[in-house]
């Protein structure tokens, strides 16, 4: 459906938060889903692109989706030069969503980059959780440099403590968020733990080296370019491990994007 | 009681199909991701995605990449191969009363029979549809639908063994598509549908390497249109079959360009990512305009195609 855009805002250099209203029957996501947007009428950019979600509200009247995204490429190029009133056409919400466990002890979020937005979301949804009020949030956060830190206010709001990263130094830990994480990995034991990330393929594959042999509980949300996002095209597949139980190749707009990290097959 | 709209019933080598629009193979999956989006049961019919005699797991990642007005894909025809196909994927697509065309691919003539047989035996298919753009491991890899003498030894064995009709569907990677649809004419076929997609590439220039782990892909969407529809027009001036039109198809302007050169229907591929009731928008727009012209049935429509009708 077409939504109207209340906000197209940069908020640091190329990143910008999106705001759209949209007719009250678009269904509210779940923590990690996707949603796809286009500029419609366009045949170039031809495909529409996939976005997790940061924001959701419903209110009487609408509902608002709000999309925190960097631009790449000319996809995201195309959205960030909307303007407030225009129209943008949202599909979705479309993929698998995290598991999510009230009764744990600490809850574990670590992003890379924009990997930031969905897990924001997800980090809103376990604070929203009246079941879920004694869980303990900690959020591991990396960027190229503290400008990129986008959204950190907001997590802190969320998250009982927030550790950061930059590969210059010029916020928090210098180096990688994965090797900050690590300092810390004793302490969340594999019972009462969950740990939930979202970032670079990079990051997503050093995290796995760090909790393989741990039985801790760990999804991921992957990326992958997109064409349909509803599973027809077969385009977005990530290789799993043998005996992943879902043949070799998995669909990220369906059997994904939320993955648990012990089933994908990193090559 | 009829509808007082006008007649859109063609008649695609013996398939009669109530309005030419098709879904093109390997756009619209086994249709079960399509049934939250639009009605299944207005299509014309839907062509399901290629099966092959074994399953195939596809190519590894990355498999698709967004190209100036398009896409390509690379794939690799992955599927669970016929058995499956018969078993799980036909008894759901059997529901909407609507005819279902299996797309069919091989990679020896052997497998092209051995396909055919079982969906023929099967009872649960309308029609064939034969991908022949895909090599012949028996002659080094030369693509069947490149080859007039294997394109028309497919044609000719597929429909020695089937009384389905069948449909082939011609690459437009070769010299002359003209001469390959005369040639699975003579051989046979009951309709012909073209292009399948274009042959192409894309390198990321930071790290110099393809976009595609495959490194070449089939281009599809809104860039391959002209083409497709230049050789739709020529290949339906040259044979007596029906021919099917595929290729950029968005919308119904986009359709009707089609069926005024000539085809007797239409396929609609990477619309259905765009826009997955880009069909049934479509079925809607030919309406429309039929109506708007005072056309009653679209056979009347179909290759009014006025070569002349621009020069002075």
């Known amino acids: 459906m077409n939504g109207k855009i209340v906000k197209n805002q940069q908020i640091s250099a190329g990143h910008f938060l999106l705001r759209v209203t949209l007719a009250e029957s678009f269904k509210t996501p779940m923590p990690g889903q996707f949603v796809m947007m286009r500029d419609p009428g366009r045949i170039d950019p031809l495909l529409g692109r996939p976005f997790g979600v940061y924001g959701f509200e419903r209110s009487q009247e609408e509902v608002t989706v709000e999309i925190l ?30 598991d999510t466990y009230p009764e744990a002890g600490k809850v574990v979020f670590i992003c890379g980059g924009i990997g930031v937005a969905p897990i924001t979301y997800l980090a809103q949804h376990y604070r929203s959780l009246a079941a879920a009020r004694d869980v303990e949030l900690i959020c591991y956060y990396g960027a190229s440099k503290a400008e990129n830190l986008v959204g950190i206010e907001k997590l802190k709001r969320i998250c009982s403590r927030v550790f950061t990263s930059t590969d210059d130094g010029s916020h928090g830990f210098q180096g990688l968020i994965t090797e900050r994480f690590s300092a810390d990995i004793s302490s969340y034991a594999a019972g009462s733990s969950k740990i939930y990330a979202c970032g670079p393929r990079s990051m997503l594959k050093e995290l796995s080296e760090l909790v393989a042999g741990n039985s801790v509980f760990c999804q991921i949300l992957m990326e992958e370019r997109m064409a349909c996002g509803i599973g027809a095209c077969l385009g977005c597949t990530v290789l799993l491990k043998d005996g992943g139980g879902r043949g070799e190749h998995a669909r990220v707009c369906m059997e994904g994007p939320v993955f648990n990290i012990g089933d994908i097959h990193w090559g | ?242 021919v099917i039109g595929i290729g950029g198809i968005m919308n119904a302007s986009d359709a009707l360009e089609f069926l005024i050169v000539g085809a007797r229907a239409v396929q609609i591929g990477t619309a259905n990512f765009i826009n997955p009731s880009a069909t049934t928008d479509i079925i809607d727009g030919i309406e429309d305009y039929l109506k708007r012209h005072n056309i009653d049935d679209i056979n009347d429509l179909i290759g009014t195609f006025d070569e002349e009708g621009n020069a002075c």
């Open chain 1, 69 to 98: 995204y960097k631009v790449v490429g000319k996809g995201t190029l195309v959205l960030s030069r909307l303007r407030e009133s225009d129209f943008v056409e949202v599909l979705g919400p479309y993929g698998r969503a995290f």
């Open chain 2, 1 to 242: 009681m009829k509808n007082a709209g006008p007649e859109m019933q063609v008649d695609i080598g013996g398939l009669i199909i109530k309005n030419p629009v098709l879904t093109a193979s390997g756009t619209f999956g086994y249709g079960s991701e399509y049934v939250p989006y639009l009605d299944i049961t207005r299509l014309g019919a839907i062509i399901a995605k290629g099966v092959s005699l074994e399953p195939r797991a596809g190519n590894k990642p990355p498999r698709i990449m967004e190209t100036p007005c398009g896409m390509l894909n690379a794939i690799g025809l992955e599927n669970p191969g016929v058995h499956a196909f018969i078993k799980e994927k036909l008894p759901f697509l059997r529901q909407f009363s609507v005819p279902v065309i299996a797309n069919v691919f091989g990679e020896t003539i052997d497998d092209f029979k051995r396909v055919t047989e079982l969906l023929s035996e099967s009872k649960g298919v309308d029609g064939l549809e034969i991908n022949i753009s895909c090599p012949n491991v028996k002659k080094g890899g030369i693509i069947f639908g490149s080859d007039p003498d294997m394109a028309h030894a497919v044609t000719r064995e597929v429909k020695r063994l089937t009384d389905l009709p069948v449909i082939i569907k011609l690459t437009p990677n070769v010299t002359d598509i003209c001469l390959i649809a005369e040639t699975v004419e003579e051989g046979g076929a009951d309709a012909v549908s073209l292009i399948n997609t274009l042959t192409g590439m894309s390198v990321d220039i930071e790290r110099r390497i393809p976009h595609l782990a495959n490194v070449t892909g089939g281009l599809s969407g809104p860039a391959v249109k002209p083409i497709a529809l230049r050789m739709v027009w020529q290949v339906a001036k040259r044979v007596k079959i029906p």
